[in-house]
Each structure stands twice: as C-alpha cells, then as structure tokens.
C-alpha cells in the first residue's frame, strides 16, 4: 500500500471507538506539531474541538458520510470522512484531506 503511505494527502483511519489506527506519511508530516506519529493510539475526539466531535459522533451513529471544504493557510482542501464498513459491521472512520485548486472545472458525465 505505498501508493497510501506516499498519497498526496491526508489519509487518517480510527477504529469505531474513535481511536487512530493508521495514518500515512503525509498526514504524519503534516500533524508533526500535534504529534505526529504519536498521534496514532489516541481517540480522535481528544483531538477536535466540540464541533468536530459532534460530527464524528454523528458518523459514527448514522454511517453516513461527511464531505466539506475549508481553506486553511492559502489552501484549499476538500475534507471526506466515510464509515469504513465490513459488510454491515461499522468499523470506524477514513478520512481523506487533499487540497484542491480554489477554481476547479466541474464536468456532467452521463
């Protein structure tokens, strides 16, 4: 799975307790001054702020996905956190966090 590990992006995996289970490269690089890799093993609601962790709450209860943008430091990101799920079982929560370019062409496929 290095083409996760070496992603462009953020790519964070908790179980259903909310606990960080993996976290490649570029999230490790880019959360160095929350921890890191130290990160990993701790619960994501100790990490988020009150508004945050009514979302992941809200995902862990309804599995359904969360999907938004922010722009943080100059950047644009698109933000996915999905149920991650075997068979119907809710094992925990992907995130995904890729920066986008602030104007995006958009195109209708049919």
């Known amino acids: 799975m290095e083409y996760i ?3 462009d992006g953020n790519v964070i995996v908790c ?3 909310g606990t960080i289970v993996y976290m490649n490269e570029t999230a490790i690089k880019n959360y ?3 921890g890191g ?3 990993i093993g701790r619960n994501l609601m100790d990490c988020h702020g009150e508004e945050s962790r009514e979302k992941i709450q809200q995902i862990m209860k309804t599995h359904q996905k969360n ?3 922010i722009e943080k430091k100059g950047k644009k990101k698109i933000i996915y956190q999905s149920p991650w799920m075997d068979k119907e079982e809710f094992k925990g929560i992907i995130e995904l966090s ?3 370019p602030f104007e995006m ?3 209708k496929r049919d």
């Open 37 to 39: 890799a130290s990160l």
């Open 32 to 34: 160095a001054a929350d």
């Open 67 to 69: 999907v938004y943008t």
């Open 5 to 7: 590990e070496k992603l």
């Open 105 to 107: 062409k958009h195109y």
């Open 15 to 17: 179980d259903a307790g």
């Open 98 to 100: 890729l920066e986008i």
